[in-house]
């Protein structure tokens, strides 16, 4: 069964406080590993896709990077609006390409 | 572009009423996908349809629940009777494709609360 585990479940950094966020996966056959962020109260907001060991993706302050174990989230010098819960989420191309397999997700506090 | 929208954005019931849930797919996506975050939990899938059909209902509780996308018009996830551990949040996505290719889009979601 596939299985995605983020760590940690939450973390608080100061403004420009630089970190990474872990997903690790277990999957049959990975076709895709996806980066969401989510506010309080609204949808997943689509942040990355990722589909090969040793592929990395940038946008402004976030770096994406995957591994045949792992992926991390890498945040460089955030800033107070970066605060959001996190979520990583696997496609299985082997078990069924049409659904996510989410993780907890890391809730990230960026304080001023 | 309106992108994927779902209604209502609250929705407040019995025990034992039933819940109708509707998403419309972005504009071009015939794929659409529902998930369910419970409280404290991660988002889970329950079901991928496209127009007409359902193509994968293996997360979908065996009673009470069941989804629609019909040839016209948004899609419906149907909860009848519903008890409180139903209240979580529904959240609908689409895609262009099957594979999520060009990604998944998910809509803001409808919170359900039973009473």
């Known amino acids: 069964e596939d299985q995605v585990t983020q760590s940690p479940e939450a973390l608080r950094l100061q403004e420009g406080e630089s970190s990474s966020l872990n997903c690790s996966y277990t999957v049959s056959g990975l076709r895709g590993l996806f980066w969401y962020r989510q506010d309080p109260g609204k949808g997943p907001e689509f942040l990355f896709t990722l589909y090969s060991a040793g592929e990395e993706k940038e946008k402004e302050r976030l770096k994406a990077t995957l591994t045949k174990k792992e992926s991390f989230l890498h945040i460089t010098a955030p800033k107070p609006e970066d605060s959001a819960t996190y979520l990583c989420a696997v496609q299985d191309g082997v078990a069924g390409a049409q659904k996510l397999v989410f993780g907890q997700g890391t809730r990230l506090t960026i304080n001023p | 572009n309106a992108g994927v929208m779902q209604n209502p954005r609250h929705l407040v019931r019995r025990r034992g009423q039933e819940a109708r849930l509707r998403c419309s797919p972005m504009k071009g996506h015939s794929h659409v996908y529902w998930y369910r975050q419970l409280p404290e939990e991660g988002l889970k899938f329950m079901v991928y349809?496209?127009?007409?059909?359902?193509?994968?209902e293996s997360g979908m509780p065996k009673e009470r629940f069941s989804a629609e996308f019909p040839k016209e018009g948004p899609s419906i996830l149907r909860i009848q009777q519903v008890v409180r551990g139903d209240s979580a949040a529904y959240f609908c996505?689409?895609?262009?494709?099957?594979?999520?290719?060009?990604?998944?889009?998910f809509g803001s979601g409808t919170r359900l609360t039973v009473v």
């Open positions: 349809l496209q127009k007409e059909n359902i193509i994968d």
């Open positions: 996505a689409s895609s262009v494709d099957h594979g999520g290719s060009y990604g998944y889009t």
